[in-house]
């Protein structure tokens, strides 16, 4: 019902009984702005439709986000009862599925009447309004009910007036929902700013990684497309001596990658030292992570440990992009591709181990698709010839805080006004 049309209806009434109920109707809308929450608002225009229809039940019916069933909110003429329904159950549940607005002068002759409540306190319902709480935008809440007319029979003119005060009702309740919503968004923001917070602890600080022995070196960078990110990397030092880094990257975006992160980052700086197979430790973070990961998600993962006395990488690829060798050719693409699929992909997989020489001066680079596939404004790809033509130039035992910076500077240069679209990661192992 539009609120003209109500107006019109209630232009039709005696002068007398037009003016009070106007009145009535501006008593509700000040307790819209007065009244400190929705169910005092509630209560308000019940009391204030109970006195003006002189009825001896009114009860405001709002459906459930979760159930979507209909309970009783508010109600007066009575002790609060606890009153659901089943989603069309019902005439309020008929009403709040349609946005019907009912009259029945007999309620008992109508099929849709649910004799339930009635049974249950031993009141007697006998005639009855019901009509609908509406959004702005149509969309329906629940619906409103007055039961009981003391003095004859409901009139059009009170099904006009309840409609008027559903209105106030609707915009009540809407605005509670817009208020609610903003508490989440700002509690979601609070939460999103921890667990940003956590995650960031989780990764080595951005930069040169300083809790390494000479001859390693090591920089890193991972920026989350959103506020968290599923990316991780490390570079940490064995106790015989050797260097184990890694960079992973969990399948999607956003909270549920960066959950998955946060177990992979864990269960591998566990397992690093636990286990100097990198084809083992693959298998056993494949089966932990499986264990909690839901169907289909999944992570790459390069995993290297650089033996300093052979000169030697062994390294384990479970479907990671293959790194970057920058030698004195300054640029090539490595072999390491060896390995198996991705983390948590498939159960009880089984992964290779590859070696490779990794001689003094050389450095790696290893990082996410998030760089390969960064785009411009004109939507080109960053793609591997762009990491080619950042590194195009290094000198044979460069630093590597040098290497990262530029590739990054290079990168932001290319992408620069573009949005991002996955996360960023980017690591660079020096031996020297």
Same mark, same amino acid.
């Given at each position: ?23 009535? /109707? ?26 003006? /229809? ?177 990316? &991780? ?34 269960? /591998? ?27 289909? &998600? ?43 699929? *991705?983390?948590? /992909?498939? *159960?009880?997989?089984?992964?290779? &181990? ?79």
């Amino acid at each position: 019902m539009s609120s003209s049309s109500v107006t019109v209806r209630l232009n039709d009434l005696p002068v007398e009984v037009r003016l009070e109920r106007l009145e009535a /109707l501006v008593a509700a809308s000040r307790a819209l702005n007065l009244a400190s929450g929705l169910d005092d608002i509630l209560q308000t225009i019940l009391v204030l439709v109970s006195q003006q /229809l002189d009825c001896e039940r009114t009860t405001v019916f709002l459906r459930d986000e979760r159930t979507s069933k209909l309970h009783a909110r508010q109600m007066t003429g009575s002790a609060p009862i606890e009153i659901v329904l089943e989603r069309g159950v019902g005439i309020a549940g008929h009403v709040a599925e349609t946005g019907e607005s009912v009259l029945l002068d007999d309620v008992s002759r109508d099929p849709r009447f649910d004799r339930a409540t009635d049974k249950r306190t031993g009141f007697r319902t006998r005639t009855m309004l019901c009509v609908a709480l509406r959004k702005p935008d149509g969309e329906l809440l629940g619906s409103v009910q007055a039961i009981n007319k003391r003095d004859g029979l409901f009139s059009q003119y009170d099904l006009a007036y309840l409609e008027s005060f559903a209105l106030l009702a609707a915009i009540a309740v809407h605005r509670e929902q817009l208020a609610a919503e903003a508490m989440r968004a700002e509690l979601l923001s609070t939460e999103l700013d921890l667990a940003r917070r956590i995650q960031s602890r989780l990764l080595p600080p951005d930069g040169l990684i300083e809790t390494l022995s000479t001859p390693f070196s090591a920089w890193g960078r991972s920026q989350a497309c959103y506020d968290v990110g599923g990316d &991780t990397y490390d570079a940490v030092m064995l106790a015989s001596g050797e260097l184990a880094f890694w960079v992973a990257d969990v399948s999607g975006k956003g909270i549920g990658a960066a959950l998955l992160m946060t177990t992979l980052q864990t269960e /591998l700086r566990a397992l690093i030292h636990a286990e100097p197979s990198t084809a083992r430790l693959a298998a056993e973070l494949n089966r932990r992570v499986g264990l909690v990961a839901p169907l289909g &998600t999944y992570a790459t993962l390069f995993l290297g440990v650089l033996d300093p006395q052979r000169e030697r990488l062994r390294f384990s690829n479970a479907g990671h992009l293959p790194p970057v060798w920058i030698t004195s050719d300054a640029y090539k693409t490595t072999c390491c591709d060896i390995g198996g699929t *991705p983390i948590g /992909l498939l *159960p009880d997989m089984e992964y290779e &181990t590859g070696e490779a020489d990794f001689r003094r001066g050389s450095r790696l680079a290893i990082f996410s698709d998030g760089i390969t596939d960064a785009e411009s404004l004109t939507e080109e790809m960053y793609d591997e010839a762009g990491i080619a033509a950042s590194l195009s130039g290094t000198r044979t035992g460069q630093a590597v805080e040098e290497i990262g910076a530029k590739v990054f500077r290079d990168l932001d240069r290319f992408r620069i006004g573009a949005a991002a679209k996955d996360d960023t990661t980017f690591l660079v192992v020096g031996f020297d």
